[in-house]
């Protein structure tokens, strides 16, 4: 296992938010590319938090710039980072996660990590990354933003948080949310030692090295739950066919939407995105319903509605989220559009746009959280990045994200939530994650959705937080 060097600590300042916080804003210099620690550095951002003390009588002598974990009280929390999902999504602010408060009360200092790429850690956009030179320089330094080096930026902030902590607190908790459990595989399996314990949320990611053996599963929920949208809303089954149809009436892609992108029926079909969250599939029957209403009463889309359209992708604010979607699961095997190829060779007819008209009997499906090369036609900014996008899927160096070896002697406590209905992870391959890392224990519902941990929170943190505090018989 290769060494980490800690990180620099560039700058820290705390402030004081409702809900008696305090928020420490961190800036950290890590090397861009830990083969070579000499070759430059990128920006780190991450916020920490944990609760306010106000003493009766303020000690007016204290260092008002204090690092927020010196003196005995702060030494005593123990700190939990929290890795958000994407890949490509950065963190908001400590207050707006419902769980700060319960985390924060088990007794944790939590630090909420804009991974590299995102938010304020050198964050990559077009502009950004053509930045870095012709395209294949582009889709090289890509190479630098996977789980791998995402981990590594991770045991350089703990180091550097934690340089005047006693030995024994040294080692840090991780949460981690979808991707953000892929990180802490990856973290499990080259830097266990600077863990104390993790805690995965529908993210006990598919031990494969090729993105094809998952998509072929995760079609198949995206199909159930197509049948259950369907089957509460049949009405939308020749709703969904009118709009299709007026999409491709005057050329499909004529319409433009506000964020500059063109409106296909292929990225209309890509709202089904929604429909493995909670809450997801009533939220994809009010956008179905408002654009139908639009054509019938007026023949045209109103800017509400494509402004609705345009807000459910992301894709545009989140580079890597569309670039590096699949290379997350590769190891020396390349991508190659791999959600493309295997609807096209397994699943064609089921999510045709070509459904009988006025037959109500063969509903149109929308597909799921899958990248197609076609997106890098219809929204705006992934299309400056097309050809690197290419370059990126031709792409068969990707190295390893996992030890089998390790994870099977691992030696860190592992707690995660696992959902049957789950839409983006699939649960079987998930399943067979948990019984091939030693000693990691598994919440599994079928009541829940993939983002449990934000609309069932409570509920979803109980009962994982009690794989480590309660007796499982």
Known sequence: MSTVAAAKIVSQRSYQVAGKLKITEHFFDVPKDYSKPDGGTIRIFARSVKKQETPVVPDTAKDKDQLPWQ?????????????????????????????????????????????????????????????????????????????????????????????????????????????????????????????????????????????????????????????????????????????????????????????????????FAQLGIMLGFHGGIDTLHEIVLAAHMDIEAFGHLTRPTLSAIDSTAIFDDHLLYAIMHEPIYCEAHAPKWSAHRVLQEEYADTFSLEKAQGDDTQPIFFTGEMVFPHMFEDYSELRKLQPVAELVAADNSWTPLFDLAQLAKNQVPVYAAAYTEDMYVDFDLSMKTAKRIKGCKVFVTNVMFHDAVRSKMEEVIRNVFALRDDLVE
């Open 71 to 267: 003196g005995i009280l702060e030494t005593t929390l123990y700190w939990m980072c929290y890795l958000q999902g994407g890949p490509g999504m950065n963190c908001r602010s400590p207050p707006n996660y419902s769980f700060t408060q319960p985390v924060l009360e088990r007794g944790y200092q939590m630090l909420y990590l804009d991974q590299r790429g995102t938010g304020l850690s050198s964050p990559v956009t077009a502009s950004t990354l053509q930045m870095r030179g012709v395209n294949d320089v582009q889709a090289r330094y890509l190479k630098l933003y996977r789980a791998d080096s995402i981990v590594k930026d991770c045991e350089a902030v703990r180091q550097a948080l934690t340089a005047d902590f006693p030995e024994e607190k040294k080692k840090w908790s991780l949460m981690g949310q979808s991707f953000g459990g892929f990180c802490i595989i990856t973290y499990l399996s080259f830097h266990p030692e600077g863990l104390r314990e993790s805690f995965i949320f529908g993210g006990l990611q598919p031990l494969v090295k090729s993105p094809d053996e998952v998509y072929r599963s995760l079609y198949k929920k995206v199909i159930e739950r197509n049948e259950a949208y369907y089957a509460k809303f049949p009405e939308d089954v020749g709703r969904v066919k009118t709009i299709m149809a007026y999409l491709s009436r005057f050329g499909d892609g004529k319409i433009k939407l506000p964020s500059e992108g063109t409106l296909t029926r292929r990225r």
